[in-house]
């Protein structure tokens, strides 16, 4: 009652509104105007006070969908059980640290990323603790506080334990389907190996599988950090790294030298 009293305190003398009365306006806010829920990841959402559904009234009849803020739980979430949280909390834009100008080149390149709606993929490939990890940290940051549905593949152990459910075919394709799908996914690392050693036959497989899905849904958001660069990736697949080439559009940045330098890779 104090609900509808909310909405239209002008009730009947049997203390009830009149339901043709109201709008679908009064009936949507009636609807949503519920006690608070406890927070999921920390996050307080005005709109569905963390319930994580929305109500919508539509010609007096009800439907539901779901809050924007539920993706940004679900993608934290999935951050926190793969031990990323303080990684996302440590790397952001504002800590990367520019002393010199190719880190000012790298960190302008992947804030436009973000912020370009006609982004293809993005490529960050050098040698390890040039920054690639925390520039790409920092766009999963900030692609999941605009709620997007956010997955990352840790190379190394998430290419083993795929390849480790060969014998559960259900299994494997739902989590290679889960980052297939994923409106975003960083690859971290594509292709490391023990010693720099040529990728197996298997772990070109499933490279292919995740990255070929992606090139034919191209308004999926693609991101992958490497030590390899273009040249050697399509030296191990030529499919994979002519793949990448083509959708890195500009944003394909290479470091190598004694000098770090980053260098975008011409199209």
């Known amino acids: 009652m104090q609900h509808l009293k909310f909405i239209n305190p002008n009730l009947n003398s049997a203390g009830l509104p009149a339901f043709e009365q109201l709008s679908d306006d009064d009936l949507t806010k009636c609807a949503n105007n519920h006690a608070w829920y406890q927070a999921r990841e920390g996050i307080q959402c005005e709109r569905c006070r963390n319930l994580e559904v929305l109500f919508v009234y539509r010609d007096g009849e009800r439907t539901s969908m779901s809050c924007p803020c539920q993706a940004r739980r679900n993608s934290l979430a999935r951050a926190r059980r793969a031990g990323l949280t303080d990684l996302l909390k440590r790397c952001t834009f504002d800590s990367f640290q520019v002393k010199q ?88 690392d594509l292709f490391k190996t023990q010693s720099n050693e040529k990728p197996t036959s298997a772990d070109v497989r499933l490279a292919y599988d995740l990255l070929n899905y992606r090139y034919e849904n191209r308004s999926l958001i693609t991101m992958l950090s490497t030590e ?40």
């Open 101 to 188: 100008n190719w880190q000012r080149v790298a960190k302008t390149a992947v804030q436009n990323f973000v912020n370009d709606e006609k982004r293809g993929w993005l490529l960050l490939s050098g040698q390890s603790g040039c920054g690639k990890t925390h520039l790409c940290t920092a766009a999963i940051g900030a692609f999941i506080e605009r709620g997007q549905d956010v997955h990352v593949v840790r190379w190394v152990n998430d290419s083993t334990m795929l390849k480790g459910l060969s014998s559960d075919t259900y299994e494997r394709e739902k989590r290679l389907n889960a980052f297939k799908r994923a409106s975003v996914l960083l690859i971290d």
């Open 228 to 267: 390899r660069t273009i040249s050697e990736l399509k030296q191990i697949d030529e499919a994979i790294g002519g793949r990448i080439y083509e959708m890195v559009k500009g944003y394909c940045l290479e470091i190598g030298g004694g000098e770090k330098n980053w260098r975008f890779q011409q199209q």
